[in-house]
């Protein structure tokens, strides 16, 4: 058997501790047909509670193949139930009506409150980070035309935790429109723990549009990734 994790809330499956579990012939031996399994040292117990963070132990034990006597035991794995990493929350931008002019401008976002809310690991603490990357700005009307060498800045924010805990690292933000992520928040095992708002301002979030871009409704998808990174 080997060891494994999964998150708080998903299903374990036996299956997924299988390594090298088969029969004479060399073929692989299914779950179902496991008729001892132990689970914290308790006997013919196939379940694993996963509602909170914690860690189980697991082992089986099949018919030995030259004495139907004789059982086999397996070696005894850990399953690590983990913390989730979750976005709660991520804001919404809105640059309205602009006039395009012949010099570099920036304009300003107008819709209220933009906020940004993660849940890390509190009680075992990892290395995380939040990413953003922004796509091309596309014609809604028109998919072949593009809001050519645009740049949005969203600056750090005011952070706010259920926890008293250190504050994750924030960087201020200028995301080009060409699909590649940039680092806004990252926390460590010992920063940044738990349940996290970032309050971002609204009037300085401003996206930069150079000249000689063509009239348009444009749009574009902001793509958030918040994910453990090695220590």
Known sequence: LKDTELYVGQKWDLGSVF???????????????????????????????????GKHTVSIAVRNAADRNYWVNSNIVTVTVKEPFTIKQVPYFDFEDHILVSTNKSVVNKKENPTI?????????????????????????????ILKGVSLFIPKGKLESDLETEE?????CQLEANGKASILM???????????????ATKEITLSIPPE???????????????????
């Open 213 to 231: 871009n063509k009239k348009g409704n444009y749009e574009s998808t902001l793509h958030w990734t918040l994910l453990d990174v090695p220590g």
């Open 186 to 200: 990252q926390g460590t095992k010992t920063k940044g723990k738990g349940r996290w708002k970032n309050k971002l």
């Open 117 to 145: 809310e993660v849940e890390t690991p509190s009680i075992v603490g990892k290395d995380w980070q939040l990413q953003v990357e922004l796509s091309p700005f596309l014609d809604k009307e028109n998919s072949k035309s």
């Open 19 to 53: 390594k090298n579990v088969v029969d004479k012939d060399g073929n692989p031996i299914k779950p179902e047909e496991v008729e001892w399994v132990w689970v914290d040292g308790k006997e013919k117990v196939r379940e694993i509670d996963t509602s909170k963070p």
């Open 168 to 172: 994750p690292t924030q960087y201020d």
